[in-house]
């Protein structure tokens, strides 16, 4: 098999000007910030409405009220597992319009439940059929774009992707004030649609199925994607840091109300940290043309370890309001920097399978912060030393991942 690091065929690419897609530019990078952050919006708009929902379905123990958050993650997890191989062979855009259409139903059903169950089940289908937009929307990106392209696009794209859990739970919390918890659920019926109108309209089939690159078969495609040691190991590594984001999620409803007290003003705080991902994106758009992809990312990891260190130095001394959402910054504008360099690090090598790897890296990144992020709410009690110490644990993980993959490279070597 050949060598890895010679698979990545350049594709056309918009930045150079050559016409790919028949939108703009602008339009082509706000439609597929919004297929990637369907995803965020439909979690981080529940985060107000978790006390209401535990209430209305009578939950005994208040960490249920996570679930919420868990089974659409289970869903989407397992979705790209699927849609990712079936876009290689039926072609994109016809998989985002049935995984939409799923998301869509998921959504209807959300509405309609009258028990816990019933929520928890609506939920995973609603993620099932939002992994199509994640999946497919990075296979796009990737058949357009390669290398440091990717990652400029990437952050570009995550610029107003990161925008949305600055928004999300303000928009939940302005949902309750004029109905329930339903409401948020009806919201996101009305987004799906929007989301399949779009996408039906503007979004060109960008991956020629039939020919040389739609003829490969998926296993050779899994093998293609197995056997590359950065799509593999940036994979995992992924999965750590994504873990230290679903853990602060999970349990961010309950740290800022119940330890700092911030009452209705959860979502500004909870907005305040996101839009420092936002800014770490738009910085990366123009440090990754300079320092590439490896220089800028493993700086920010090690910042990543250094701060997350830090918090969990000052969790046992309950740190104040201030200190707390300063070390956050930290930990999360490094974030913004690792997440779009190690994607693209990591589907770099696989641009002929882009949709097959594209299941992978997510379903891996998805199931392992899903489960990760889980463990360590699961673990809230009244402090944020269990949040704090999962940080510190996941960022070195990651860490010691990358030095496994680049132990013969090095850190900050390479493009």
Excluded at 83 to 106: A, E, Q
Excluded at 349 to 371: C, E, I, K, M, R
Aim: charged share 10%.
């Amino acid at each position: 098999m050949d060598d890895p690091e010679s698979r990545s065929d350049p594709p056309p690419s918009l930045l150079s000007g050559e016409p790919a897609i028949p939108t703009s530019f602008v339009e082509f990078v706000g439609l597929m910030a919004l297929l990637m952050a369907l995803t965020a919006l439909s979690i981080d708009i529940m985060l107000p409405a978790l006390p209401q929902i535990g209430e209305f379905f009578r939950l005994s123990d208040p960490n249920d009220r996570q679930l919420v958050v868990t089974s659409y993650m289970i869903g989407f997890a397992v979705g790209q597992l699927l849609f990712g191989p079936l876009s290689d062979r039926f072609g994109r855009k016809s998989m985002l319009m049935v995984g939409l259409g799923i998301f869509v139903v998921g959504s209807l059903a959300a509405v309609m439940v009258d028990n816990f169950e019933h929520l928890f089940f609506a939920r995973t289908v609603q993620g099932f059929g939002a992994a199509s937009s994640r999946v497919i929307s990075v296979a796009v990106i990737r058949d357009l774009f390669s290398g440091w392209r990717m990652a400029r696009v990437t952050s570009l794209v995550m610029i107003v992707f990161i925008t949305v859990p600055m928004l999300a739970p303000g928009l939940g919390q302005g949902l309750l004030y004029i109905g329930d918890w339903t409401l948020i659920f009806e919201f996101l019926l009305v987004v799906g649609i929007a989301c399949i109108i779009w996408s039906g309209l503007r979004l060109p089939e960008t991956h020629q199925t039939g020919q040389s690159r739609g003829s490969i078969k998926l296993g050779r495609a899994l093998r293609w994607t197995f056997t590359s040691p950065d799509t593999v190991g940036y994979s995992v590594a992924i999965g750590f840091v994504f873990g230290c984001l679903m853990a602060y999620i999970s349990s961010a409803q309950q740290i800022f109300v119940e330890v700092y007290g911030l009452g209705a003003a959860f979502p500004i705080a909870f907005g305040a940290v996101a839009g420092v991902q936002a800014l770490a994106a738009f910085t990366n758009a123009s440090l990754v043309q300079h320092y590439g992809m490896r220089r800028v990312s493993h700086a920010a990891l090690l910042s990543f370890c250094a701060g997350s260190l830090a918090l969990m130095a000052v969790a046992p001394f309950e740190p104040s309001l201030l200190l707390f959402a300063t070390l956050l910054a930290i930990v999360f504008f490094s974030f913004g920097l690792i997440m779009p360099n190690f994607n693209a690090i990591a589907m770099q090598p696989v641009g002929s399978v882009a949709g097959t790897a594209s299941s992978f890296v997510g379903f891996y990144t998805t199931a392992a912060g899903a489960l990760l992020g889980w463990l360590i709410g699961a673990y809230f009690d009244g402090t944020v030393q269990p949040l704090a110490t999962g940080f510190a644990c996941l960022s070195l993980a990651a860490l010691a991942t990358v030095l496994a993959v680049e132990r013969r490279r090095g850190l900050f070597k390479g493009e």
